[in-house]
């Protein structure tokens, strides 16, 4: 169906569940995908593994299927840095700041102005609004252009630019490009791009 250049697409989140993890691991193989949104292995055991705890509850973080116009798109998660002690150590931001990490999975969704929809829309449903965050941080590598200019649409401003390690994962060990957004400045602005 063609959709003219105005088309606001309709936005939702639902909770990833574990019936996701074969889209999940499709999306993160698409190689559109997998140079920005590291991932250790996408078998399913290590992506049940990985997102488990999140699927069941067990963890403040919150994970979601991106829905645009109904159809699942991507994915989106925040979670609450300080929950993190050696990422938040490494981050040094605000105390309580919420991170978002995000991709869009489908071919069909990129490249079309979504992804700075998609992040208005769950800054204001989910992390400014059911959360109650006073500051978001946005940190993806810094030669992710493309998502960077997206972040920058929606108000978030560079901070700094750290290299993470990461114990655990080798996936997550590297340079982020940190982006901060207050909710006071995100709530001031005039949101037409």
């Given at each position: 169906?063609?959709?003219?250049?105005?088309?606001?697409?309709?936005?939702?989140?639902?909770?990833?569940?574990?019936?996701?993890?074969?889209?999940?691991?499709?999306?993160?193989?698409?190689?559109?995908?997998?140079?920005?949104?590291?991932?250790?292995?996408?078998?399913?055991?290590?992506?049940?593994?990985?997102?488990?705890?999140?699927?069941?509850?067990?963890?403040?973080?919150?994970?979601?299927?991106i829905q645009?116009?109904?159809?699942?798109?991507?994915?989106?998660?925040?979670?609450?840095?300080?929950?993190?002690?050696?990422?938040?150590?490494?981050?040094?931001?605000?105390?309580?700041?919420?991170?978002?990490?995000?991709?869009?999975?489908?071919?069909?969704?990129?490249?079309?102005g979504y992804?700075?929809?998609?992040?208005?829309?769950?800054?204001?449903?989910?992390?400014?609004?059911?959360?109650?965050?006073?500051?978001?941080?946005?940190?993806?590598?810094?030669?992710?252009?493309?998502?960077?200019?997206?972040?920058?649409?929606?108000?978030?401003?560079?901070?700094?630019?750290?290299?993470?390690?990461?114990?655990?994962?080798?996936?997550?060990?590297?340079?982020?490009?940190?982006?901060?957004?207050?909710?006071?400045?995100?709530?001031?602005?005039?949101?037409?791009?």
């Amino acid at each position: 169906m063609a959709r003219s250049s105005n088309h606001m697409p309709e936005v939702q989140f639902r909770r990833l569940e574990e019936g996701d993890l074969p889209l999940m691991k499709r999306w993160l193989e698409d190689p559109d995908v997998a140079p920005w949104y590291g991932s250790d292995s996408t078998e399913h055991a290590a992506l049940r593994a990985e997102y488990g705890d999140k699927i069941r509850g067990e963890r403040r973080d919150r994970s979601f299927i991106i829905q645009i116009d109904g159809g699942d798109a991507g994915y989106i998660q925040c979670y609450v840095i300080d929950d993190h002690a050696d990422y938040a150590r490494q981050m040094r931001v605000d105390q309580g700041a919420v991170g978002i990490d995000l991709f869009i999975g489908e071919r069909w969704a990129r490249n079309r102005g979504y992804g700075a929809v998609v992040i208005r829309a769950f800054l204001e449903q989910i992390v400014f609004g059911k959360l109650q965050a006073e500051v978001a941080i946005i940190a993806p590598d810094p030669g992710n252009a493309r998502a960077i200019r997206a972040y920058e649409k929606i108000g978030f401003t560079w901070r700094k630019t750290v290299h993470i390690v990461d114990e655990e994962s080798a996936a997550n060990t590297g340079a982020e490009y940190v982006m901060r957004l207050t909710c006071e400045d995100f709530r001031s602005r005039d949101h037409v791009s």
